[in-house]
């Protein structure tokens, strides 16, 4: 099936500072999701996204949609120790359809 | 709302024999339920897409007599691993979908590791 890129692949930052992680597709999407996945869990939904430019916060976090639909951003400010795991992004053409996972940013914070 | 129980969390089973694994939608219905499998350090990948009453639709590349897929309820669907071989060793994860919440109703279960020896 489809794989979204996403990256980086991996970071490591200090606890306090900003993070920016995105993911591209070479398909359009009509739905954006963005999920975080702790350690021998399921994904745990963050955002959605069902707009083309828009702009979605959760608390710290923050996710646009691209305006060519075929790419997504996620922002987390200030970040935390418990910020650490690994974020997915989904996209999904049609509501009731599979959706498509990107290849996941593994997030470290150092303390 | 929109809470999904998988059972069981981890299996070990032994090579050549069969392991089910379980998704409910405990709060809601779902006509749809989608299967993934996950690699360390790797993404979700989609298996199939279980559909209430009727056959489920594989993923090319996955063995649809090996994992067998039976969605004989609005809230139940099973993921049957047959013969497993250490090879099926990986991480199963379900999702089901409450249609009466607009996009975000994709709610995941909690996964089950399995391993094969």
């Known amino acids: 099936g489809q794989q979204l890129n996403q990256s980086p692949q991996s970071m490591f930052i200090q606890e306090g500072e900003d993070v920016s992680m995105n993911c591209t597709s070479s398909?359009?999407?009509?739905?954006w999701l963005w999920y975080k996945q702790d350690p021998g869990e399921g994904p745990v939904l963050l955002i959605a996204?069902?707009?083309?430019?828009e702009l979605t916060s959760n608390g710290r976090l923050t996710a646009q949609f691209g305006i060519t639909r075929k790419d997504s951003f996620l922002n987390i400010s200030a970040s935390i120790p418990s910020d650490v795991g690994i974020y997915f992004c989904?996209?999904?053409?049609?509501?009731?359809?599979?959706?498509?996972f990107g290849t996941g940013t593994s997030l470290t914070v150092i303390p | 709302g929109a809470v999904v129980s998988q059972h069981p969390s981890r299996v070990i089973c032994k090579s050549g024999t069969s392991v089910k694994i379980e998704c409910r939608s405990l709060?809601?219905?779902?006509?749809?339920m989608f299967w993934y499998r996950q690699f360390p350090k790797q993404s979700l990948m989609l298996m199939a897409t279980?559909?209430?009453?009727?056959?489920?639709?594989?993923e090319q590349g996955v063995e649809k007599d090996k994992f067998l897929i039976n969605h004989a309820s609005l809230t139940l669907s099973t993921l049957t691993v047959t013969s497993a071989h250490p090879e099926d060793s990986s991480f199963y994860i379900c999702?089901?979908?409450?249609?009466?919440?607009?996009?975000?109703?994709?709610?995941f279960g909690s996964g089950t590791r399995l391993t094969v020896v």
């Open positions: 999702s089901a979908r409450d249609q009466t919440i607009r996009g975000r109703g994709y709610t």
């Open positions: 398909s359009i999407f009509n739905t």
């Open positions: 996204l069902y707009k083309a430019g």
């Open positions: 989904a996209g999904l053409w049609n509501t009731g359809n599979q959706f498509y």
């Open positions: 709060d809601f219905q779902a006509t749809t």
């Open positions: 279980s559909n209430e009453g009727s056959k489920a639709t594989y």
